[in-house]
């Protein structure tokens, strides 16, 4: 069931003083640029997906990868930053970063499929982008401008990446039609990249049951951008966090995290590519999902409290129609005043009920035919993204493990306070429990109705039941928990 826990454990700073901090971040660091779409420009997905077609190995990459990422999760959904913080100085003490940060919606909402009952939270598959243009750092291109050829065939920095290493899966997508190229050349144009970046990096964002999976499908080690990187290949990382925008002294830069991930990569020197069959070593990294507290689950309980209220609305009406069916019977059977007027008032009550779901019914079109127009997008998510030249590696991991030593305690405090959360208790929880408690109730006296033989009883007591049994869903939904008789939903 999907709960909202308070995030009550403070973010964590730099060890370094800031003094420290910004003069070092100024020698060792670079600011690229990141970008995420819904395709990568330049990386085929065909090497990837016959890779996924794998279950075994995709399954064991998962578990192995989900031992780590339940501890850096565990961090971030308590609120804090030790790990990532410890990285991040590790990486400016050790090496040579290229950072980049921007923003995406993480989650398009969508309207049940067939053999579905209620609207969903999917993130879509994407791509991260991290590039750093050649003219990064006062470097400049011929003429102090960057070529912009008419199809990417013509650029012989692409022709080169693609023809380093086709069985590292360096197969890239403009060389596969024309189409392609003209796509990926628009792409590239949009994006600011240029034709033969200092750095180039791809990674797929995959969402899973469990979360998602950081992909990186291509690293494209252009050039050097710092004076003294290494000349020769030195081990590399993509470090990966993604936040919420929060403000405040004690988030990160970009918010506050909720997953973060450091992916080794294969050694690279300047003018060096991997592909996605080189990287399919680095196995899936598996993160937890993104937080929907906020717009994103009030988006998802209104629309399926709208579900949820036409379900209910559909078994009142089953039952209104029984009873004026009833009332019509006896009223021709017997002929009396007080039953003709019964009659009356069950067929005013079966009307005023066929109205209401006509209106919640046409509600409900409008709202579906709405969202296939445009698809509602929600969850604004910041992301950044760094690619490291390690310069000591030995150096490197010492660095991080002893920026951990240096904040035990408040990471103690956060594991503790992210596996045993206090929620709060809410009105909604009190409507919830009401509910429950009075299918219950309706249960028992349908179950002694039926030991007795009483069939009318039972009848009458069974569309009472449906109708707690909705109203319950109803509370659920609007919980943010799963419906606990979903059969009664319609199925779209």
Not at 24 to 31: D, I, L, N, Q, Y
Not at 104 to 126: I, V, W
Request: aromatic share 4%; charged share 25%; net charge neutral.
């Amino acid at each position: 069931m999907l709960r909202r826990f308070a995030l009550l454990a403070p973010a964590v700073g730099l060890i370094l003083s800031p003094t420290a901090a910004l003069a070092e971040r100024a020698e060792s660091v670079t600011t690229a640029r990141a970008a995420v779409r819904a395709q990568c420009p330049l990386s085929s997905a065909t090497a990837t997906e016959m890779e996924r077609s794998d279950k075994s190995r995709e399954t064991l990459g998962l578990a192995l990868a989900m031992v780590g990422a339940n501890i850096a999760g565990s961090l971030a959904s308590s609120g804090m930053t030790a790990l990532g913080n410890a990285i991040e100085k590790a990486s400016v003490e050790k090496g040579f970063v290229a950072e980049g940060a921007t923003t995406f919606r993480f989650y398009d909402l969508s309207h049940p499929a067939e053999g579905e009952r209620l609207a969903r939270l999917e993130q879509p598959r994407s791509c991260l982008i991290l590039f750093l243009p050649a003219d990064a750092d006062g470097a400049k291109q011929s003429k102090g401008k960057a070529p912009s050829p008419k199809s990417l065939k013509e650029v012989g920095a692409l022709q080169r990446l693609n023809a380093k290493a086709p069985d590292a899966g360096l197969e890239l997508r403009p060389f596969l039609d024309d189409a392609a190229a003209d796509a990926t050349t628009n792409t590239l144009k949009d994006l600011g990249a240029g034709v033969d970046p200092r750095l180039y990096v791809e990674a797929e964002l995959i969402p899973t049951d469990e979360g998602m999976m950081v992909r990186p499908v291509l690293a494209w080690y252009g050039a050097a951008w710092k004076k003294g990187a290494p000349s020769k290949a030195a081990p590399t990382e993509l470090h990966v966090t993604f936040a919420t925008p929060a403000a405040g002294s004690d988030a990160l830069d970009i918010g506050a995290p909720f997953a973060s991930v450091q992916i080794p990569l294969p050694s690279l020197a300047p003018d060096n590519a991997v592909g996605s069959w080189d990287l399919a070593g680095r196995k899936f990294i598996a993160l937890p999902q993104r937080p929907i507290a906020g717009a994103p689950e009030k988006a998802l309980a209104d629309t399926n409290a709208l579900y949820a209220s036409v379900a209910t609305l559909e078994a009142e009406k089953k039952t209104a129609t029984r009873v004026a069916e009833e009332a019509q019977r006896k009223a021709l059977a017997t002929k009396k005043p007080d039953d003709k007027e019964a009659q009356r008032l069950a067929e005013l009550a079966l009307s005023d009920k066929v109205k209401e779901l006509d209106e919640a019914s046409n509600r409900l079109k409008a709202l579906k035919e709405a969202d296939a127009q445009t698809v509602r997008t929600f969850g604004v998510t910041n992301v950044k993204a760094r690619f490291v030249v390690i310069r000591d590696a030995n150096g490197f991991g010492l660095a991080v493990a002893a920026a951990l030593k240096g904040q035990s305690e408040n990471v103690g405090k956060a594991v503790q306070e992210a596996v045993a959360p206090q929620p709060k208790w809410s009105t909604a929880d009190t409507t919830m429990v009401s509910a429950m408690t009075a299918v219950a109730a309706k249960q028992r006296e349908l179950s002694a109705a039926q030991e007795k033989g009483d069939a009318t009883a039972a009848a009458a007591l069974a569309d009472e039941l449906t109708i707690l049994k909705a109203k319950a869903n109803e509370a659920a939904v609007a919980l943010g928990d799963r419906p606990p008789y979903p059969n009664l939903l319609p199925v779209t």
